[in-house]
């Protein structure tokens, strides 16, 4: 039996049952490891959620949002406020509305426009939350912060596996229907897209609503694990950063490589930034600038690369075998 | 309370002029290579930093400073453009698709820029104010340094309008912005004239920030909260309109000092952008933009 043969037939059941082990390998984690294990998986899934939506909207259409980070701290400030009123899944889901509907007004202003002033205005979002929340705080509650009471590891687990499935179904469904291709044709040329009759602005407008909805849930989810919460905290750059420097180093083409780079990323961060915060934000810097000049469709574009080198090897491999199978009949 | 009025509205205008010399740097940058700079920014940063440096290190005079701080800070600004969105440039499949990249890439260079600085110079604030006694001007306190920030930027804006539609450089810069390839069959070096143009953008943002060096303590954060400014002010003034940002600068220099003087202090960011939102529904171009 050919493997390459077998990979290339059966490739989509192949492809399903990769994931359902992953699915299993994931449910299962919690029972055979330690507490902090389950945080670092948790961690990660929350950068797999910010990148994949990220790249749902600035990936395909080239609007280039800098501010996942107000609609993640959004969530993370309705987790503080709603913690003693309403139960966890409730918050979760509320928290994301949150950041749906301020995406939607965002966007109306915003993206009825070139790109450029979309850019510029979510650029300084994560300032303009900041002195909302410090006002709010200060004038009004005469308080600064918000104590939050933690819950325990196994259930923020499960809350935030169930989100990353429900995301990342959500996105590969999205960018299979037709509003994933509309969002494509608007990154291609936007005139063109509207000429063919794509409502562009309608489009635009929900599609990064939907994608600030997954940030703002995850918000909700990551925000126990904080205890303390301030604005600065909540709306720190940081979490803008991460994403899209994630989604870009796996690539934003295809929906596995956000995921990938957050994985890749997500891990180095929890094991490296500890001791040399300043360091590996410099290290990021250059990482990102190089993968922006040098692989433009990130680690992902390094596969097709990778295939057509191989390619030729792997075939001569295959008709070596074919001319073997011929000699011996 | 009319006289504390006016002069919160005096200081405005002075403080104002420094914002508009921030956003004409920005302004030029898009509007002649098309790079969205976010690292604006941290350039002002390394102006008021180094300014820091070599006025408490070697005894310099901060207005000085820039004579030695401006070349480095073209230079560095000639070679990002040179050497990284020259690159981006030549690559990308399309122009919206530079657009992008280039974003992308400016924000990795923030980072880096940002990070170096931490880690060579610390996170602690540095002080190094200069003529900052007071003066009674019409029955009103000021801050000496006040007038001589804004004679300074008003100077460098009127400077750099001058230089942009008279002189014969000014004019390849022009001409590279309406359209390279033209300018380049008309002999103009577009390479070069880019680069130029982008050098000038942080050489403006490094004096900026020397400026800003007498007036408050500075830091290596200080960059982000800056660039955000000088965003909102060349929105404000129209994209690649110089006069526009000026103009705009002084706007939002009045209302930041209304809005913390009369108001509440932390609030002038969210009032930026209720300006920025008005404006963008009602007239998109800016104050002074075109079309």
């Not at chain 1, 259409?61 to 996942?68: K, V």
């Not at chain 1, 915003?110 to 070139?114: A, K, N, S």
């Given at each position: 039996m050919d493997i390459t043969r077998f990979i290339s037939t059966h490739r989509k059941l192949l492809l399903v049952g990769f994931l359902v082990l992953i699915l299993i390998f994931i449910t299962t984690?919690?029972?055979?490891?330690?507490a902090s294990h389950v945080r670092l998986l948790t961690t990660l899934l929350i950068y797999v959620v910010l990148a994949v939506s990220w790249a749902l909207f600035s990936g395909t259409?080239?609007?280039?949002?800098?501010?996942?980070a107000a609609f993640f701290g959004l969530g993370i400030y309705t987790m503080a406020l709603l913690q003693k009123e309403l139960p966890f899944f409730l918050i979760i889901a509320i928290g994301g509305l949150a950041a749906f509907i301020f995406a939607l007004l965002i966007g109306l202003v915003?993206?009825?426009?070139?790109g450029i002033y979309f850019t510029i205005f979510t650029f300084g979002l994560v300032i303009f939350m900041t002195e909302i929340i410090q006002y709010l705080e200060t004038r009004l509650w005469g308080q600064h912060g918000q104590h939050i009471d933690p819950i325990d590891n196994e259930t923020i687990f499960y809350a935030m596996f169930v989100l990353v499935v429900v995301t990342v179904l959500a996105i590969y469904l999205i960018r299979r229907s037709r509003y994933g291709l509309a969002l494509l044709s608007i990154g291609g040329n936007e005139e063109a897209a509207e000429h063919m009759g794509i409502n562009t602005t309608r489009t635009k407008v929900l599609i990064f609503a939907i994608s600030s909805f997954f940030m703002g849930a995850t918000g909700v989810i990551a925000a126990p694990s904080l205890v303390y919460v301030n604005a600065n905290i909540a709306f720190s750059t940081y979490y803008s950063f991460m994403p899209i420097f994630m989604a870009i180093f796996g690539g934003m083409g295809q929906i596995h490589g956000p995921i990938i780079g957050a994985v890749i990323f997500g891990y180095l961060e929890k094991t490296l930034r500890a001791q040399l915060f300043s360091y590996f934000m410099l290290g990021f810097g250059i990482i990102m600038v190089a993968v922006i000049l040098f692989l433009p469709n990130g680690m992902m574009g390094l596969v097709p690369m990778l295939q057509s080198k191989l390619g030729g090897v792997i075939s001569k491999i295959r008709k070596g075998g074919q001319a073997e199978q011929h000699a011996n009949t | 309370m009319a006289e504390r009025i006016l002069s919160l509205i005096i200081v405005g205008i002075l403080q104002g002029g420094v914002y508009g010399l921030l956003a004409m740097g920005l302004s030029l940058q898009y509007g002649v290579?098309?790079?969205?700079?976010?690292?604006h920014g941290e350039f002002v940063m390394l102006g008021a930093v180094l300014t820091y440096m070599l006025h408490i290190g070697f005894d310099v005079n901060p207005l000085l400073a820039p004579v030695i701080i401006g070349p480095l800070l073209f230079g560095l600004g000639f070679l990002l453009q040179a050497t990284l969105f020259r690159t981006l440039k030549a690559w990308a499949p399309s122009p919206a698709a530079f657009e992008g990249n280039a974003l992308l890439a400016a924000f990795g260079v923030l980072y880096i820029i940002e990070h170096f600085a931490r880690i060579t110079w610390g996170g602690k604030l540095m002080p190094s104010y200069y003529l900052n006694d007071v003066v009674s001007f019409l029955g009103m306190q000021f801050v000496k340094n006040q007038f001589v920030t804004f004679a300074i930027a008003l100077a460098l804006g009127v400077a750099v309008y001058l230089f942009l539609s008279r002189s014969r450089m000014g004019r390849a810069i022009r001409a590279t912005a309406e359209d390279a390839g033209t300018a380049g069959l008309m002999g103009v070096n577009t390479n070069m004239t880019l680069a130029s143009s982008f050098g000038l953008g942080a050489l403006l943002a490094g004096i900026g920030g020397t400026l800003v060096s007498t007036k408050i303590a500075v830091s290596?954060?200080?960059?982000f909260p800056n660039t955000v400014i000088a965003l909102i002010v060349v929105v404000l003034g129209g994209l690649g309109s110089i006069p526009g940002s000026f103009v705009a600068g002084i706007l939002i220099g009045i209302v930041s000092l209304l809005v913390a003087g009369l108001w509440e202090p932390i609030l002038t960011v969210p009032v930026y952008y209720a300006m920025l939102m008005v404006l963008l529904l009602v007239r998109p171009t800016g104050i002074l933009g075109k079309k």
């Open positions: 984690f919690p029972l055979y490891t330690q259409t080239g609007y280039m949002s800098l501010a996942p915003t993206l009825r426009l070139r | 290579c098309r790079v969205l700079n976010i690292t290596t954060g200080m960059g």
